[in-house]
Every structure is written in C-alpha cells, then in structure tokens.
C-alpha cells in the first residue's frame, strides 16, 4: 500500500512539474482588432513579464463570459499603467464569422484590442481540445504559470503581483 501512495504521489508530482515548464507558441501574425477597426498591435507582443492569455471561441450576452469580460475590464484598468503585464485575446468563432463577437465587444464597449485568430491557430497549436473559454497566465519566457481569470477574483491578483516582483 505505501508503495502505491509512493507512486501516486511521485506522479501528481511529475505532471505538476511537467505543465510549469511547458511552453507555449503565441500567434503574432493575426489581425489585430478593436471595436471592429484594424488597429496596430506590435506592442501587444514585445516581452512582458506577465501574460494573461484569454481564447474565446463563442460568447454572447446570454453567457456567462458577458461576466468575465466585464471582470477582464477590471482587470485591464488595474494594470493600464504597468508595462510589464499585456491582455491578449484571442478570438476564434466556430463559424469563423465575428460579427457575433463584435457586435458583443461594442454592447459592453469592450475598448482593448482583440485578436482575431480565424483558425483557432492559437488553440491548435496549444492544446489537445478546443475549449469555449480558456484563460492562463505565462511569463516573460511563455512559460505556463496558472490557469485563472479575473472572475475568480484574488488568486488571479495575487498571481500576477507575485510574477511583477
């Protein structure tokens, strides 16, 4: 039995270690949108100590993400001032038609720039499935460091603070 307990935890140890130290690849070659009008977005990409990746795939005002994305405003007018931390999210509707999303962003005047990431190459490239909503936050090497989002309150604060100092 100990050898078991032994094993079992020698593997939640193994693969804990194993996602920290996963890197991701970040698209920079998509559009770059805000409020429906192509905006520059070269800033959005230099090198940050603190990354918070969101990728949506639907959300509409029925949803709960019209909740994040009020939170993620929240979130952005926290660290407007710090150029250490940058918001990317990318967009990648199933129908490939942001209409929806755009109309959406400028109901809740949604005044950041977006990326529209038509063949979820983000997501592809990054994980096994595609999910609606998917939120993590990386360091200044793309390295994964959690997965949270502003909704969720102070962890998600207390995360980006402790990568800041």
């Not at 140890?13 to 690849?25: L, M």
């Not at 109901?107 to 490239?125: G, H, K, L, T, W």
């Amino acid at each position: 039995m100990k050898k078991i307990a032994y094993l079992f935890i020698l593997l939640c140890f193994i693969s804990c270690e194993n996602k920290s130290k996963r890197t991701y690849y970040v698209p920079s070659d998509l559009s770059v949108m805000c409020l429906g009008v192509p905006v520059e977005g070269k800033e959005l990409f230099t090198p940050k100590k603190v990354k918070i990746i969101a990728c949506f795939t639907q959300f509409s005002k029925e949803s709960l993400q019209d909740r994040n994305m009020q939170d993620f405003m929240l979130a952005i007018e926290r660290y407007k001032d710090n150029k250490d931390v940058v918001f990317l999210f990318y967009l990648s509707p199933k129908n490939k038609d942001f209409t929806e999303m755009e109309h959406f962003l400028k109901e809740i005047n949604f005044a950041y720039p977006v990326i529209y990431d038509v063949d979820s190459e983000f997501q592809n490239r990054n994980y096994k499935k595609v999910y609606s909503f998917i939120c993590e936050i990386f360091d200044i090497n793309n390295r994964y460091v959690d997965t949270d989002n502003p909704s969720r309150g102070h962890s998600f604060y207390a995360t980006i603070d402790k990568l800041l100092n």
